[in-house]
């Protein structure tokens, strides 16, 4: 059995095939990219992150997260990136054993470096769909990352065979925004499968430059169908395409944020990951429904 942050406890079932074209090679190379361009992308964002991560499952702030941490003896991060949570978690129990896990080289030595002090602290570099050990975790958490996977159920059901009995996996995939939107983005992704990972950036500083011109018209807010957006620029990013920009981190890293949606490879969506993952997760979905979409 699997138990969710909210105590829902669910079978873990059989998958079915993945439903979308899937060249998981793209995903590494992409992401390695982004981590060679902007190494300090975890330690400038921080502030955002953590606080999404806060909300996201329930524990508002950190204390809310140490107290849910105080008796996790192990803990998995998977696909830990650069380790921005994994530092988290460190930090919330510095005698917990943490294992991050990522298929960037890059990312896993930035990770290293970050996390040195913390002598609890390991990493591998693996696919975390596929990967093996014989060590189980008493909390496994992997925040935006199963949607970007080949085939999400069964990346959930190999985090799910590493929980001890009773422990907690934190998931969580980016909802839908309109038909617009979304098609937009799928029609960007479905290009950016073609581009190398340099040409990318520079679209996504193009659409980042725009980005900013609309933030600086300072046209704000804009109410559209019983809605309130914080500017023109937010409305944009909202309802026509991927256009983020945020004036209170460096430039480059709300393009390296504009990056990453791009080079999603694949992107499957939470009815789709849901579908994937079989029908014994109605219960567990239905409850966290409310926690764990991400709102880019």
């Not at 873990?12 to 190379?29: D, E, M, Q, Y």
Request: with cysteine; glycine share 6%; hydrophobic share 35%.
């Amino acid at each position: 059995m699997w138990r969710c942050g909210l105590g829902i406890e669910f079978p873990i079932c059989s998958t079915v095939p993945g439903i979308k074209t899937v060249n998981k090679k793209l995903t590494f190379k992409y992401f390695n990219y982004k981590w060679g361009r902007v190494p300090t992308w975890a330690r400038a964002t921080d502030h955002i992150y953590e606080q999404w991560y806060l909300t996201r499952y329930g524990y508002k702030n950190h204390a809310g997260l140490k107290k849910f941490l105080k008796d996790k003896k192990s803990i998995l991060e998977a696909g830990c990136g650069v380790g921005r949570d994994a530092k988290m978690f460190a930090e919330a129990n510095p005698d917990a054993r943490i294992v991050g896990v990522d298929q960037s080289e890059e990312a896993l030595r930035i990770a290293k470096k970050s996390l040195k002090t913390f002598p609890g602290w390991s990493e591998l570099r693996a696919d975390i769909t596929t990967f093996k050990t014989k060590e189980k975790f008493d909390f496994i958490s992997c925040d935006q990352v199963v949607h970007h996977t080949p085939n999400p159920g069964k990346t959930l059901s190999n985090l799910g065979g590493k929980l001890n009995p009773g422990g907690i996996l934190n998931f969580s995939v980016c909802r839908k925004k309109n038909e617009y939107r979304d098609l937009v983005d799928d029609l960007i992704m479905l290009k950016a499968r073609d581009m190398k990972p340099e040409d990318l950036w520079e679209f996504s500083r193009v659409v980042t430059e725009f980005a900013k011109a609309l933030y600086e018209l300072d046209i704000k807010p804009v109410k559209f169908k019983g809605r309130k957006y914080e500017s023109l620029q937010r409305f944009v990013h909202n309802q026509v395409f991927r256009a983020w920009y945020d004036p209170k981190i460096a430039f480059e890293l709300s393009v390296s944020s504009n990056y990453d949606w791009f080079s999603s490879n694949p992107r499957f969506t939470a009815t789709e990951v849901k579908t994937d993952s079989g029908s014994g997760y109605d219960r567990v979905w239905s409850v966290h429904h409310i926690n764990p979409l991400c709102s880019q």
